[in-house]
């Protein structure tokens, strides 16, 4: 008997509202899908908020927001607050649920990422080899990003979360020096 594989995408995004999640599993032709459950732990909190149908179902994609997290109870629909970066848990299952799952450690790094984007419009680029204090620049940033992409693999790779929030916060605190007067505030 051939068995669901259950797998998600959490793609990185610029939209400090949203948090996209793509449903990329192999369901089993052999096996019924029911009792399709997301659970999102939101950064800081201990309990997860429960999503089932009509949202999720198989091949799903859905961009939650912060109605959706139990971030914001006013204004859904007409006025999105922002979401945290940090460290997502998202939990995916089937029936039977506590056997037929998938669970994530997620880093956002939305708010960082928009910071680096206004970094970006703040040099002074031109079609040409800049001068060596923009050169020294485009080097940190790219220093920036490593910081975010090392994170990012030691919570949802090495399991590590403890060491990539870490990383998380000293790339934040690099981005700060750049003293960017463009850059998102998060």
Sequence with gaps: MANHILSLELPDTLNLCILPILDTSIYSTSNTI????????????????????????????QPFNACDLGLQSTNCGSKNSKLPDGIYIIKYSVSPNDIVYVEYNHLRI?????????????????????????????????????????????????????????????ALKLIDKMNCSSCTTC
């Design 34 to 61: 029911d009792c399709p459950l997301l659970e999102i732990t939101v950064p800081g909190f201990n309990y997860p908020v429960q999503i089932t149908t009509p949202d999720i179902s198989p091949g799903f994609y």
């Design 110 to 170: 939305t708010c960082a990422l928009n910071k680096i984007q206004g970094i970006y419009c703040e040099l002074d680029l031109g079609a040409c080899d800049p001068p060596e204090k923009i050169k020294a620049k485009l080097e940190q940033v790219r220093l920036i990003q490593q910081y975010l992409k090392a994170a990012k693999a030691y919570v949802e790779f090495c399991h590590q979360p403890a060491k990539g929030m870490d990383l998380y916060r000293y």
